[in-house]
């Protein structure tokens, strides 16, 4: 054969235990001058990519296995060959520092993704420069495709009688066979794989050194055409060997392979099958190693919730809106205990989003005061819950009060009655719970009720006729009367024991509850005053001369006027920050208290609002109500100032309406009362 100057094998290298390496495969004779240090086949993983015992070498790879052994025991702690054969199990070799094995550098590393195995060329250096030893390698080599035994013997004529042999002169002759002999498990440790089973699984090989060969004629070296060095790459067929093998055995023989590598080789592996798993695999390794991870856990280790302090927990529970804390109740009794918890419930009622009114809210904390003082603040939620449910829903029930011969021009209500101001002179008192005939009728009044006040059991009216009378709601009997407007009284309110009242002769007026004398009369409006509202220091009046003025209750002097209404103001409201009112323009107004801007306009361009004159307004802190002559009354949502709702119940133009709680009162010019209950 002529001589070649580079041996290319297509090989998969596997370490063994130490009695099968006797079998490893003993090539007869290798050819000619150039032939290189034999290379170590190294897995896609970098934990793979350490040389093997057999190959590591030190600086000189002449010396003798006698003069490794002498430099061997020179060598100070701590200094450790790092191939597989001496880290396996801690049986490492002492090197000094600065040495550094030849075989190992030369080696490349491949990629760490995990391509297929890796077809390598050896090259393999001249006889001459490594000494020659008629033992086989320290390591396995299986090779692909392999030839019969006659047809190994029929090369040997071409090879040398003995195997060039790469010792590691700080081993002292290698592993398994080295030298002349095999060597003692105290040599080379029971050597685990350094070949990759990832490279195995995926070229085809299911071969790792470990198990003795079913056929020794499996293991003989077949020649391969030369190739160039630095040629790419093929990946290993099936060996004849391994593709004979079922399913079954195929398996048992990789879980025999696996269980002799170690740590860090078992995990490459487990890296390698994972990144190759779908996900039927991956849920079936999920599902299986749950059980045992968690085997010696506590009840619910997973949940860190019950691991909190309780009042950790309880925050995070109150970060949840109620839907998804009703649920949470469901779960487990730890969860139900914390759900229940009343601070949990009362932050939530006191929550803006979730406010239905302060007057609501203080009647549902009456209603679900339990005995001993205790308020379940979880039913005082449920019934602001439910309510705003149905506001914004539009969930409702109406009820109509007849009994007036004219239209309806003011209404009042509490818990229990209904009071009504008619054009036909009478004032009517009707119950809320039921749709009977009403209470009582109240006469004495010789002109339209145009103005109506609800207030600790008694009536107070501002009529057309320019007076002003306080009854009694139950016997129906006047107890007094306040005369002193040149006009007819458009509007009233009491506050603090006293009565502000606002008429058509362009003036404020303010009245003892008790004695009816006039204390103060505020002047400043060029026309009919037709709507005003009341606090501890303020008025705020609106005028048919489309301004709104704020007074000092107590000095009378006019501290701002707002205008910017097209025409009449009929009707306003104010609380700490804002003034909403309506006008004949059919527009609303939002104003900022302290600048007196504008801070914007509902109408029916912008917000689908009124078509016609805004007769009457109320607002609380999340929603507004409002009462026109289109025959509608709309329900607006303040926080966005989108409308929720429209309601068209009336077949006449509406005047008048109150708003209570979870109820609209409302009257009309079709001589109507309706009541809107949206607590169902």
Request: aromatic share 6%; hydrophobic share 35%; glycine share 8%.
């Amino acid at each position: 054969m002529d001589s070649i100057s580079h041996c290319s094998l297509p090989l998969y290298v596997g370490w063994g235990p130490p009695e099968t390496r006797s079998d490893v495969l003993s090539l007869h004779s290798v050819c000619s001058t150039n032939m290189a240090t034999v290379g170590s086949i190294v897995s896609a993983s970098p934990v793979f990519a350490t040389p093997t015992a057999a190959m590591c070498g030190s600086g000189d790879p002449t010396t003798s296995p006698a003069a490794s052994a002498t430099a061997t025991r020179g060598r100070t702690a701590g200094q450790h060959c790092r191939c597989p054969s001496c880290s396996h199990r801690g049986l490492g070799h002492r090197r000094s520092a600065s040495y550094s094995c030849p075989l190992r550098a030369s080696l490349e590393v491949p990629d760490s993704t995990g391509v297929a195995a890796q077809r390598l060329s050896l090259d393999l250096p001249p006889p001459d420069s490594i000494s020659m030893h008629s033992s086989p390698s320290a390591f396995d080599l299986r090779f692909i495709n392999p030839p019969t035994r006659a047809e190994a013997f029929s090369r040997s004529s071409s090879f040398p009688a003995t195997l060039p042999n790469q010792t590691c002169p700080s081993h002292g002759g290698g592993g398994g066979g080295g030298g002349s002999g095999s060597g003692s498990d105290d040599d080379d440790g029971d050597a685990s794989s350094d070949g990759s089973l990832e490279t195995a699984v995926v070229g085809g090989v299911v071969g790792v050194g470990g198990g003795a060969p079913s056929d020794r004629d499996a293991l003989t070296p077949p020649l391969s055409p030369p190739l160039p060095a630095a040629r790419s790459a093929k990946p290993l067929s099936r060996t004849s060997s391994v593709a004979s093998l079922s399913s079954t055995e195929r398996i048992g023989r990789m879980v025999s392979w696996f269980d002799e590598f170690d740590d860090e080789a078992k995990n490459a592996v487990l890296g390698a099958l994972l990144r190759r798993c779908g996900t039927p695999q991956l849920h079936l390794v999920s599902s299986s190693i749950e059980p045992v991870l968690h085997a010696s856990c506590p009840p619910n280790c997973q949940d860190i919730i019950t691991w909190l302090p309780y009042n950790l927990a309880l925050h995070v529970f109150s970060l949840l809106d109620p839907a998804s804390l009703c649920r949470c109740a469901l779960v487990c009794r730890t969860y139900h205990a914390l759900v229940a918890d009343p601070w949990l419930w009362r932050s939530l009622c006191l929550a803006p989003q979730w406010r239905t009114g302060s007057d609501d809210h203080a009647a549902a904390v009456a209603k679900h005061t339990l005995q001993g003082g205790a308020v379940d603040y979880r039913a005082v939620f449920v019934d602001q819950y439910r309510v705003l449910r149905n506001w914004r829903t539009g969930r409702f029930t109406v009820r109509t009060f007849e009994g007036h011969t004219q239209g309806i021009s003011c209404v009042q209500f509490d818990e229990r009655l209904i009071v009504s101001g008619s054009s036909d002179r009478t004032i009517r008192v009707w119950s809320i719970k039921t749709n009977t005939a009403c209470l009582n009728t109240l006469r004495g009044h010789r002109g339209t009720i145009r103005c109506l006040f609800l207030h600790n059991g008694s009536v107070v009216s501002g009529s057309q006729d320019e007076t002003i009378k306080i009854w009694d709601v139950v016997t129906g009997e006047c107890r007094r009367t306040f005369r002193g407007h040149s006009a007819a009284v458009r509007c009233l309110q009491v506050s603090d024991g006293k009565v502000v009242s606002g008429s058509y002769d362009s003036t404020l007026k303010v009245w003892d509850f008790e004695t009816g004398r006039c204390e103060l009369t505020l002047s400043g409006h060029d026309d009919h005053i037709l709507c005003l509202q009341v606090d501890a220091s303020r008025i705020i009046s609106g005028s048919s001369d489309r301004t709104i003025k704020l007074w000092n209750r107590h000095s009378g002097r006019c501290l701002r006027t707002l205008a910017g209404h097209a025409l009449a103001v009929t009707c306003l409201q104010f609380d700490s920050h804002k003034i909403i009112s309506g006008s004949l323009d059919s527009s609303l107004k939002i104003w900022d208290l302290a600048s007196g801007e504008c801070a914007g306009t509902l109408d029916w361009v912008r917000s689908e609002g009124h078509t016609g004159v805004v007769r009457n307004l109320k607002f609380d802190s999340w929603r507004l109500v409002s009462a026109a002559d289109d025959k509608t009354i709309k329900v607006w949502d303040l926080r966005s100032g989108k409308r929720l709702l429209t309601l068209q119940n009336h077949t006449g133009g509406v005047t008048c309406l109150a708003l209570r709680s979870a109820k609209i009162v409302s009257g009309s010019y079709d001589h109507s009362i309706k009541l809107f209950d949206f607590e169902v």
